[in-house]
């Protein structure tokens, strides 16, 4: 008698054709009769089949029922409803859009049109709605780069009509919105968009994705040039130009004191004075004096901000602008500065990051006080160095947890 093959009875799908169409279907009635987006993600299914006319119809039926829903989700049902919202938007751009471009982007822009009643009545403390259409911004811009000007006017409308969601997505979009599009876009918007804090957000970056420089520098008002942060954005967007002497004057404009820039320039107090500069000012001040052509003082800032902060990317910026050889030099200066560095655990990090374990463990050796202290970094610096240096290793034990008779941390006491 012939031997029978043997069939796997590993979940694959494979192994699950064996079963037959038949069989299979009753199985899917069957699940599908206790898990309604599986029943839901079905009816789809079918739908794809008929054609996208029906499919369209169908995504449409259900983004109707979410939008006219009152009821407040729990967070218990937070993920049933955006495994729902995700089954939906995967129909519209894998089945819908191949076949009907235009139709699958009104049926996305009526998805992302979701967003405002949802977000007022779902539980979601976590954030997990908003990342979820921020999810699916690639695919709203992408599709919006394959259809004709009389498709975008649906897109052109939803920009007018919820232009702070959109500036939002736009950036969540990354690369999917091309300059070309972005340009239409633009071009498509009256000037009645930017008279808002929102129109005028949106508008900018439409035109950071079009490329256009001095229509995003003219949506910058003066209290936002004022603001270290985006005076340093503006300068590199400038010195990216070749305006060199624009990028100097953007970064001086932060400097200035005035009442429209005077939150950011000054500290609590208005009258000290005293500019509250950032990392992000300080490393376009030294991209603007390379660009200037004064590259010595620029490396006397890069060397300075290294001794400050002990910042490695500073220090490796640094040291690739030296000749060969002076950057060795450089780096062992750096390193015995970081063993005398009063921040001990900045200086640790410089070092088991870079890495240079053995100037770590001679650190910890040399302040085993300050190394005994509890840090969360301990036990990973702790298991890095153990093979190579135990004697530091075991001088990082992490104080964190509590003697077992008093509830102190052990020894504790010693560095108050």
């Not at 919820?162 to 000037?191: E, H």
């Not at 420089?213 to 910058?220: I, N």
């Not at 200035?256 to 000054?266: A, E, G, H, V, Y």
Request: glycine fraction near 6%.
């Amino acid at each position: 008698m012939a031997r029978q093959s043997r069939i796997s009875t590993r979940l694959s799908a494979a192994n699950l054709v064996h079963l037959g169409a038949p069989r299979l279907a009753d199985l899917l009635i069957e699940a599908g009769g206790g898990n309604a987006n599986l029943k839901r993600r079905l009816r789809l299914e079918l739908a794809a089949e008929a054609g996208p006319d029906i499919l369209a119809l169908e995504i449409d039926k259900r983004i109707t029922a979410v939008s006219v829903a009152r009821t407040r989700a729990s967070w218990r049902k937070r993920g049933e409803l955006i495994d729902d919202l995700n089954t939906h938007r995967d129909m519209i751009v894998e089945r819908l859009a191949p076949e009907a471009p235009g139709e699958a982007l009104a049926v996305l822009i009526r998805w992302f049109d979701l967003y405002p009643g949802l977000a007022a009545r779902v539980k979601d403390a976590k954030g997990e709605l908003p990342a979820a259409f921020e999810a699916a911004a690639p695919d709203l811009f992408a599709l919006a780069e394959t259809v004709d000007d009389q498709a975008l006017r649906d897109l052109i409308d939803a920009l007018r009509r919820r232009p702070q969601d959109y500036a939002r997505w736009i950036s969540a979009g990354g690369d999917a919105l091309g300059p070309l599009t972005a340009r239409r876009l633009l071009d498509s918007l009256d000037a009645s968009a930017g008279k808002t804090p929102s129109g005028r957000n949106l508008l900018r970056r439409l035109a950071d994705k079009a490329e256009d420089l001095d229509l995003w520098l003219s949506l910058v008002t003066p209290e936002q040039a004022g603001s270290p942060d985006i005076a340093a954005d503006i300068a590199r967007r400038l010195l990216a130009a070749g305006r060199v002497a624009e990028a100097r004057a953007a970064l001086e404009g932060a400097l200035n004191p005035s009442p429209l820039n005077r939150r950011w320039t000054f500290g609590h107090n208005p009258t000290d004075g005293a500019p509250r500069l950032t990392p992000a000012w300080e490393a376009a001040s030294i991209d603007v004096l390379d660009a200037e052509g004064h590259r010595q003082e620029a490396q006397h800032l890069r060397w300075s901000l290294f001794k400050r902060d002990l910042s490695a990317p500073v220090l490796r910026d640094y040291l690739s602008r030296l000749p060969d050889f002076d950057d060795v030099e450089a780096l062992d200066l750096a390193f015995a500065h970081a063993a005398t560095h009063p921040d001990f655990e900045a200086a640790m990090r410089l070092l088991m990051d870079w890495p240079a374990h053995r100037e770590a463990a001679a650190l910890v050796l040399a302040r085993p006080r300050e190394a005994r202290l509890p840090r969360t970094q301990s036990g990973d610096w702790k298991s890095r160095l153990a093979q190579r240096y135990p004697e530091a290793a075991d001088i990082l034990t992490n104080l964190g947890s509590p003697d077992p008779m008093s509830g102190r941390i052990a020894g504790a006491d010693r560095y108050l």
